[in-house]
């Protein structure tokens, strides 16, 4: 007797990851409601959710690539791009947007020529946004390569930018 259960597909291109990728969907079944964890691993894998990835997960869950593209975008953890080797995240919150960030945003867009959610062109920096980074009291807050800086201005967040692009 036949099993209902799709057999994983092969990728053409013979990247490894994409075996890691088809256990972790067999682990859960195949089941579509394990899309954010499948997402998680292939982000985990590849670094970031291109389309072709994304094609792939909707083909082996049997879900329109519309979900996958939706809870993909949806979730501010998951990245459509790749990723620069710094990260600067503005946190817009109240306190935060009272406080100065939309300043900081406009003038980090401005000097790095990219805007929120984009990466510069020699891949050195990723300018992101949060909602809200649950450090009301040191608003404005940036957050560099993961550690949390409050009472930044303008300035001060430029003049870290520029250390990064001097690597």
């Known amino acids: 007797m036949k099993s209902s ?3 994983p597909l092969s990728h053409p291109s013979g990247d490894k990851r994409f ?3 088809d256990a972790t969907m067999k682990r859960h079944q195949y089941q579509q409601d394990a899309l954010i964890e499948i997402l ?10 291109e389309n ?3 094609i ?6 049997k879900l329109p690539p519309s979900r996958v593209y939706g809870v993909a975008t949806f979730y501010h953890l998951f990245s459509l791009a790749p990723k620069g080797k710094h990260t600067c995240v503005v946190c817009t919150g109240t306190a ?3 406080k100065g960030a939309p300043e900081i945003l406009a003038h980090l867009e401005k000097s790095a020529r990219i805007h929120a959610g984009e ?21 404005p807050a940036v957050v560099f ?14 003049e870290r930018i520029k250390e990064w692009l001097k690597e």
């Not at 792939?56 to 869950?61: D, E, G, T, V």
């Open 5 to 7: 259960r799709p057999l």
């Open 119 to 139: 990466t510069t062109p020699d891949g050195q920096v990723s300018l992101l946004t949060a909602r809200c980074l649950g450090a009301c009291s040191l608003a």
């Open 96 to 98: 935060c947007y009272v």
């Open 145 to 158: 390569d993961g550690a949390v800086c409050g009472y930044q201005t303008a300035e001060s967040v430029q």
């Open 56 to 61: 792939y997960i909707a083909q082996s869950l």
């Open 40 to 49: 998680h691993k292939a982000q985990e894998l590849f670094g970031y959710l």
């Open 19 to 21: 075996k890691i990728l």
């Open 52 to 54: 072709d990835l994304l």
